[in-house]
């Protein structure tokens, strides 16, 4: 009898084997080529779902074929384990952060390694580890000392009830009010540290050392948002000692401002606002610090704004405009004011519509008659109501004005990023302390290196409001100055979890390392990461921050490379089964838990690998794991099915077809999962799988020939579906392991086609397809082509003009 395919024995019994055996440690080798590959590592949450796995098995299906290729391939895993859902758990539960966090993580180990997958485990990272984070407090230092950490004010999401700042999720609905409490939720200005990421903006924009999507790159472009401009001062009107800085890229429309605009933050509209619309101006600024950014910035938005009773005056030609107040003008973006043309920019068009305020054109439309426009005109022309430089086109008017703005010390030239520096202060617990104390003799102190890592109190009470308790804990508050001796209060703000993952893939080379943030002779070997796997809605966070801390780590001299990561494949989203995002108010979560107990954890990595293009995902089929499931039963009995009765003697030609049909397969499925079409690559074992089990009914049956193709399949499937091809490699006698031995090459030769199909066409139009020798010469295919009867009708009575022979396959007659 032959034995039947029971995954829930065979899978855990290898992964036994293999952690016994640590064919999956990983130590530095000078005699093998590196490669490092990396796939985003997960936020403990309790529970991997079914996107974690279409995340990870595909990335370790890669990864196991870079090994078999003799690469020395590091895949290690961690867990990204600060964050506010900890801290949430505690309020709401009682349950400490750090218990909460540790449980999961544990019932997270447990689930990953039911994936089978090849992660070393004695690399793991965890990142609330104080001997992880003891390094980002290092980073912070060293930041500090190069002028790239300092602290001012910056708005924040801020619950009055509740006492406490916000995270952007805890603010719901549109009146944005506090989740816990239900109280509008308004802006406020607090103390805040940042890392000086845009010092590096313009290096930022760099891309020519990376093999990243150009989805990707945009997004980083455009995010950093490069804009070459002017900067002046325009005078306050009854105030000789106010001014303000306007940045525009639109110099050639200076002679159109009509009215100029402040942001609600800026700090001269208390000061010029006047008595009479004082009211007005502070209501309009209460709810803009009700708003979101992305609110006030959105396009669907109604631009509007108050009048503070102040005027600007225009330094090209001294005519006088009205201030405003708008919260489409940020404070965190350029100056917080903008000179407004209101002829040639459609915000500020709408915005003169809406108050009634003058429209003047400055840069002549094609064809301009004199009238008034219907939409501002945003295109070239040439400059007219703009005293000495009308008739000039605008390109050299703007050149002109900038120009003559300089020469008179109005204003200069200079470059803006959209790109602000990175807030990392939290007022949360469940983070890295940021490593400074206050004092009121010396004032900022940081945190001596011999006294990191500056270590979360275990003992910290959470209150129901969200504050955080650091700010409540005696112990960890009150500290002695590093630098006088005197008292001390520490920093209770604690770091973004971005820096965690920002230098994670370092960690990974000497995890928890004592004297480094890792080991640099490791480092050299393995460094930097070769290929990188995860979601492209990092594009402008974590991956654009990543990139900085490298740069900020080659001028520490610690790394000697400009980027983290060589290349970057972004996998798409598994989808429900009814197309849309998969979320528990859905109902249309798939959790991988009871698949692997049902199917093994092989047939759910190969159904999400053959999903669909892995960068495009797609929705989950319960049909189609059935499909995959039947598959992989088809593969084992293969191997492991009752033995065929002799067929007789194999005819030459069956045993070089099936020679041919393994080596196509090797190719195909080589060039597929080096370009991660996984879905295309089972296509092609599926197939391959169909034809030996049908050649398994003949005399092939059980010759060399055979046994090549077997092993081969075997080989091919081994990254896909490690269990089953470890299982069926043993039961044929193959060398422990299959995921030790080399991957299968191809002979060419046996690759190419024997014939091709000729198609034959008159006058463009298809009217013959011939089988003919796949190295068939022009002479032949033409002669074959005018000789067949079915083309011959069609030429009947007609002139041929001209043969065609084309890509080798083709023949079109033209014929009149």
């Excluded at 845009?198 to 950093?224: C, G, H, M």
């Excluded at 700090?267 to 309009?284: F, G, K, R, S």
């Excluded at 080596?663 to 074992?685: P, S, V």
Aim: net charge negative.
């Amino acid at each position: 009898m032959s034995e039947e395919y029971k995954p829930q024995g065979i899978e855990p019994k290898w992964q036994k084997i293999w952690e016994e055996t640590g064919i999956y440690k990983v130590k530095e080798d000078p005699g093998k080529p590196k490669f490092y590959f990396l796939t985003m590592f997960p936020y403990p949450s309790g529970d991997l779902h079914i996107g974690h796995w279409y995340a990870m098995t595909p990335s370790d299906a890669a990864a196991r074929y870079k090994r078999m290729q003799g690469y020395n391939v590091l895949f290690p895993i961690g867990f990204d384990a600060f964050g506010l859902p900890a801290e949430n758990a505690a309020i709401q539960h009682g349950i400490h952060p750090k218990e909460w966090t540790y449980k999961n993580i544990e019932r997270m180990r447990k689930q990953l390694r039911s994936m089978g997958a090849m992660f070393d485990w004695d690399r793991e990272v965890v990142t609330c580890e104080p001997d992880y984070y003891k390094w980002n407090q290092w980073f912070f230092l060293k930041l500090y000392e190069r002028g790239l950490a300092y602290k001012k004010k910056a708005p924040v999401d801020f619950c009055p009830t509740c006492n406490t700042t916000l995270a952007r999720e805890q603010v719901i609905g549109p009146e944005r009010v506090c989740e816990r409490c239900g109280t509008p939720v308004i802006k406020k200005e607090m103390d805040q540290w940042f890392f000086k990421i845009t010092d590096y903006a313009e290096e930022l924009l760099d891309f020519s050392k990376l093999d990243w999507p150009e989805r990707v790159k945009v997004l980083q472009t455009n995010w950093i948002g490069k804009s070459v401009g002017l900067q002046f001062r325009m005078e306050v009107k009854d105030h000789p000692d106010k001014s303000f800085e306007v940045f525009t890229t639109r110099l050639d429309t200076v002679y159109g401002i009509t009215f100029a605009v402040l942001a609600p933050e800026h700090p001269l509209v208390d000061e010029l606002t006047t008595p009479e619309h004082l009211e007005e101006v502070e209501a309009y600024k209460y709810k803009a610090a009700r708003q979101s950014e992305i609110e006030r910035l959105s396009t669907e938005k109604v631009r509007d704004g108050v009048f503070t009773g102040a005027y600007a005056v225009n330094p090209m030609n001294g005519e006088e405009v009205p201030i405003f107040v708008a919260d489409y003008v940020m404070m965190t973006y350029g100056t917080g004011a903008i000179m407004a043309v209101p002829a040639h920019d459609e915000r500020d068009f709408d915005f003169a519509r809406r108050y009634n305020l003058p429209v003047r054109v400055v840069i002549a439309p094609p064809d301009w008659d004199g009238e008034a426009l219907s939409q501002a005109y945003t295109g070239e022309g040439t400059m007219v109501n703009s005293g000495p430089f009308n008739g000039l086109s605008n390109k050299e008017g703007w050149e002109k004005i900038a120009d003559y703005m300089e020469e008179k010390g109005i204003g200069r030239r200079t470059v803006q990023y959209r790109l602000r520096d990175w807030l990392i202060s939290r007022q949360r617990y469940w983070g890295t302390p940021i490593p400074v104390v206050y004092c009121e003799k010396c004032g900022i102190v940081p945190v001596p290196e011999d006294q990191l890592p500056v270590k979360l109190p275990d003992d910290a009470e959470f209150k129901p409001t969200g504050e955080s308790p650091l700010k409540y804990h005696e112990k960890f508050l009150h500290t002695t100055c590093p630098k006088c001796g005197g008292p001390a209060i520490r920093e209770t703000d604690t770091m973004d979890t971005f820096v965690d993952s920002s230098w994670y893939q370092y960690a990974y080379i000497s995890p928890y390392n004592d004297e480094a943030p890792f080991d640099p002779e490791k480092g050299e070997y393995w460094l930097p990461v070769d290929q990188y796997t995860g979601g492209v809605e990092h594009a402008t966070m974590h991956l654009l921050y990543t990139r900085f801390f490298t740069k900020v780590m080659r001028d520490l001299g610690l790394v000697d490379f400009d980027e983290p990561m060589v290349k970057l494949f972004n996998q798409g989203i598994i989808l429900g089964p009814d197309g849309n995002r998969m979320s528990k108010s859905r109902g249309n979560v798939i959790a991988p838990d009871p698949l692997v107990q049902k199917y093994g954890a092989d047939t759910v990595r190969a159904y999400l690998m053959f999903i669909g293009p892995w960068d495009r995902g797609g929705p989950w089929n319960p049909e189609g794991i059935e499909g995959v499931y039947r598959f992989l039963h088809r593969v084992w009995a293969l191997v492991k099915g009752p033995k065929p009765e002799s067929a007789g003697i194999p005819a030459k030609k069956d045993l070089m077809e099936l020679r041919r049909m393994t080596h196509k397969t090797i190719k195909r499925a080589t060039g597929d999962i080096e370009a991660f079409k996984f879905n295309t690559m089972l296509a092609a074992l599926m197939s391959f799988t169909n034809y030996l089990t049908k050649a398994r009914e003949t005399a092939v049956c059980g010759t060399p020939e055979w046994d090549e193709a077997i092993r081969n399949l075997l080989l091919l499937l081994a990254p896909l579906t490690p269990h089953i091809a470890e299982e069926l490699w043993a039961a044929i006698g193959g060398e422990y392991s299959i995921h030790q031995q080399r991957w299968p090459t191809w002979d060419e030769e046996l690759t190419r086609e024997e014939t091709i199909t000729l198609v034959v066409q008159v006058n463009g139009k298809v009217r013959d397809r011939i089988e003919v020798e796949a190295d068939i010469d022009e002479e032949t295919a033409r002669k074959l082509a005018l000789e067949s009867l079915r083309v011959q009708k069609w030429l009947d009575g007609k002139t041929i003009r001209k043969v065609i022979f084309a890509g080798g396959k083709l023949v079109n007659i033209v014929a009149k």
